[in-house]
């Protein structure tokens, strides 16, 4: 058998490497356009910031490793330009030498990735504005640094890879701005969890542009000017754009192969393409999202790499082995916080027309009393009918990969809320509490849907009319003293239980306290005695920071 | 409605706070035979080391603070003596000002815990030698400590406790000894994984005596002469056993509850006891092992925590809420290393007679081009009939307690190894991999089960006539010239190819690298071509982990 891959990276290399294990005896090659194969891509950021500063530690394999250890051809500076389905024949360019040459092969595997989107804006073109997909263009913006003196960087797009450069062009010594056409950073998180990001920028004196845009690049005598889209002109050194990526398809769709509603490469759960004989993997398929059923992209490693392994699985043994989608499990560290998301966010819910409630809850790294215990948000979204989880997403300085992962792997199951409760987290003090705040998003959405407590988002209530509730601060005096939402009456819960029998009953009781802990507790005396009772979601925590920012925005 | 609570720590707290939020008229009284509530049992070691140096940050809860948030009545220093489940009764007695009372109640919650195993040993008695139990005894041993001049210890019992107590211990200065009856520290976990832990204890100078029982303890003139089963004798300053706990039942036994086999008190799903009106959460419960079927204690907070909330829900609304039981998750810092298990050990399916696979992988804590990436040790148990997952187990210096959450979430849904290979991981560089060491352990799982691959495990290969097999060392000329098994030929698999076809063919062909990857390599190529080939499982270092101990202890 002789089996042909299009691209070197994560998908394509995991697929060449499995294939060999599988078929010690095929022909396989690998041909990648650029001057690298399997190398790592989700590092190049750190690169830039030299905190991987050995250069050799990004390549994972190289075409004399693979060949040493697989048996495997790889072809770099190889642009398969053409596939002939019916004839099962690729022609490829070399571009070292130059020139069109023919493979044949019996079965062929894309995977082409996706590319940088770059808009054509004005200037676009000019000297110091870089997009980053590959080693190459990643030499290039450091060599670019290194022979500049660059004081400023502007960043365009707030997702993943945008904020990772952001913290690491200012490692190097750079003040960094960023622009962004929403509201806030990293699509993949909710508005509450993404000004928690928003704050900490400022704490580091990185500029962030929310709801602004680029609208045209001009020279300028030491550097370029970026022109914004509310007139403010920025002066920079150099712009990297990370506006966003798209499947590069352009080979697939030439060779009549069905292009998605997504614009990705449609393939059937066994990774196969419209034509038998041709498989695809990586970022440039389309595939139905485990949780609303809908075709989407997921541009991660990981998923890439288990789609290899299923792919050449399929190839070689004919297909049966099923690929289940990803759930878009994603991390990024963004200087001192670490911020993720899995599943589906409540602005996804919404646009997909998903009914969901939402649960926000703070809690410690680990036991309080062991040192070194810090907070973090946690925001669930679930099914009002059943508890399913749809998605789940965290931010904070410590632990909060972990909390991810847990809630990564019952939402890959098709858990519940209460399989949140269930989880069986191990504790000791210096890694988590009795009660995980993960088994506590559990408890606070069984008391939601067991109507144990009504919640009310910091978004319902910067909306509400305050003259027809009654805001309940629950906290200490001194907590009360240091502020609070404007209009709320103080009635700490601890010791003043007493007074909550004497609240007018003619209007709706808004509890609160710091996290939520408190006002849960007073919400259910206040139940009990009969009244009209809401506890706000995330407490005085959640709704202070995202009302900042509201304020700040407008 | 009147609910009495016995025992005001994890389970009988948590018991409580949640009866109240349920039933805000209720009345309700929690006794506690000891000082205090609610206080932080897993803390006790740390403050003991002074890396938790405020007394009272081990105190969640006080009597006063639970009266105020809770309007719960809290007595300490009140023992309950007896129990009649017939006129719903309960005698306590009064510790503090003397006497005897009744009380009646209409739920009564038992959640009197474990008690520590104290041998009867000559000597077991005498002035410095200690149990762990609760804040009075750590108190006890806190001043021993500074009001003795103590140089030396001695730990009777290498669990989890006794291990966080030999850290804490040499923490304050003091040269440790730990006495262990197994041939390994830390029962939950396999020998593989516990002799990582070994070597790290020689690393720390701390001594460790296995296959070793205390027979008894003489007065010496400057401390306490510790008589070894051996015939060794340890002249040291402080004894702290921990050598294990049992279920607390006294009070159930004479109030004629039914006792499991294990020994704990027998509760049905609802942790209903044999009497209807009482109730029971904690470590005296027995409970079956969800894995095993089979009656189970259980000494964690984790579970005792959920129980409670369970059993305050089941009290107040009539039992519909299901306790699902305990699958055994436990951690512990050891030193540098984390170490913890979940789901049964290879020792506990032996015993249980259930067969079972098992696995052993290395894998890096996060990419290994960012910087302080290090290896961990990963060991799965799985059915060989469906791949169901058994048991899990980890040991390392970062990211262990992360691992042990997503494959604890798997065992408690009941999943298996293929739930493994789908976790999507949140994977950036600084958290994971594109395949993370979890994934990686269902991906040799799977290839076990589907025979891709035949493993053999660092004990059949001990015992194997090495004459009958051929050993081949597929790691490079420069691994192999740092030490190999004796008798291995090495045949390096980048390269060397092309060799595997003239091995011999009339025997068995044992492969193995450093952590089983390269092997798994080589032996999909040796078996295309024909041989009966075997993989080490874990590689060379497991090997050669394993095997060290074996002959320091021989």
Redesign the interface.
């Known amino acids: 058998m002789k089996y042909l891959i299009v691209g070197g990276v994560?998908g394509g290399a995991s697929t060449a490497a499995r294939l060999r294990?599988?078929?010690?005896?095929a022909e396989i090659i690998m041909f990648e356009r650029g001057d690298y194969i399997s190398y790592?891509n989700?590092?190049l950021p750190?690169y830039i910031g030299e905190?991987?500063y050995q250069r050799e530690?990004?390549f994972v394999q190289t075409p004399e490793?693979f060949a040493?250890?697989?048996?495997i051809e790889a072809r770099v500076r190889s642009e398969v330009k053409r596939v002939n389905p019916e004839k099962k024949t690729i022609m490829v360019h070399n571009l070292a030498l130059g020139g069109l040459y023919e493979e044949t092969y019996d079965k062929l595997i894309l995977s082409p990735g996706a590319a940088p989107v770059r808009p054509p804006l004005e200037g676009i073109d000019m000297e110091g504005i870089f997009t980053m997909r590959n080693v190459n263009d990643t030499d290039r913006v450091k060599e670019y640094i290194e022979e500049h003196d660059v004081k400023y960087a502007l960043i365009v797009g707030a997702g993943?890879i945008g904020l990772?450069m952001a913290e690491n062009l200012h490692e190097c010594g750079i003040q960094v701005s960023v622009v962004e056409m929403a509201d806030q950073v990293m699509t993949p998180v909710d508005y509450e969890i993404a000004t928690v990001i928003h704050q900490h920028f400022k704490s580091k004196s990185v500029g962030l542009h929310l709801q602004e845009a680029v609208i045209a690049f001009h020279p300028a005598e030491d550097g370029i000017d970026v022109v914004l889209k509310s007139g403010l002109v920025l002066r920079v050194d150099i712009v990297l754009l990370s506006i966003g990526v798209r499947p590069d398809v352009k080979l697939a769709r030439e060779a009549g192969l069905e292009i998605g509603e997504t614009g990705g490469i449609k393939v059937n759960e066994f990774l196969q393409t419209s034509h038998p004989d041709i498989y695809a993997v990586g970022d440039a398929i389309e595939f139905p999202n485990p949780l609303s059923g809908r075709p989407a992209l997921a541009f991660?490693?990981?998923?890439?790499?288990?789609q290899g392994?299923i792919c050449a699985d399929n190839v070689v043994n004919g297909n049966h082995q099923k690929y289940?989608g990803?759930?878009g499990?994603?991390?990024?560290?963004v200087f001192d916080l670490?911020v993720?998301a899995?599943g589906l966010s409540a602005k996804m819910l919404d646009r997909l027309q998903m009914p969901y409630k939402e649960v926000i809850v703070h809690g410690a790294s680990h036991?309080?009393?062991?040192?070194g215990a810090v907070m973090m948000d946690i925001k669930i979204n679930f099914s009002p009918e059943n508890g399913k989880l749809l998605g789940a997403q965290a931010v904070g300085v410590d632990g909060v990969?972990?909390r991810?992962?847990?809630m990564?792997?019952?939402i890959?199951?098709g858990?519940t809320i209460y399989?949140l409760?269930?989880?069986?987290?191990?504790?000791?003090?210096?890694?988590?509490s009795?009660?995980?705040p993960v088994?506590m998003a559990g408890?606070v959405a069984d008391n939601v849907l067991s109507g144990?407590v009504k919640i009310i988002s910091w978004r319902e209530l910067k909306d509400m009319d305050h003259s027809k509730v009654m805001l309940v601060d629950v906290r200490t005096p001194e907590e009360f003293g240091r502020g609070s939402i404007k209009g709320a009456v103080n009635i700490p819960?601890?010791?003043s239980?007493g007074k909550y029998q004497n609240l007018p009953k003619d209007r709706t009781i808004v509890v609160f306290c710091a996290i939520g802990l408190?006002g849960?507790?007073a919400t259910?005396?206040l139940m009990?005695?009969g009244y009209d009772v809401v506890n706000l979601n995330g407490g005085y925590r959640t709704y202070s920071t995202a009302m900042a920012e509201q304020c700040s925005a407008g």
């Open positions: 994560a294990r599988l078929d010690e005896s790592a989700c590092g750190y905190l991987i530690k990004l490793s040493a250890r697989f048996n993943f990772e991660l490693a990981g998923p890439a790499n288990r392994r289940k990803s759930i499990t994603a991390i990024a560290k670490t993720g899995t036991a309080g009393y062991y040192p990969d972990k991810l992962e847990m990564s792997a019952v890959r199951n858990g399989d409760m269930e989880l069986e987290q191990a504790y000791a003090p210096p890694y988590s009795a009660k995980d088994n408890f144990k819960l601890d010791g239980r408190r849960y507790i259910r005396i009990q005695y």
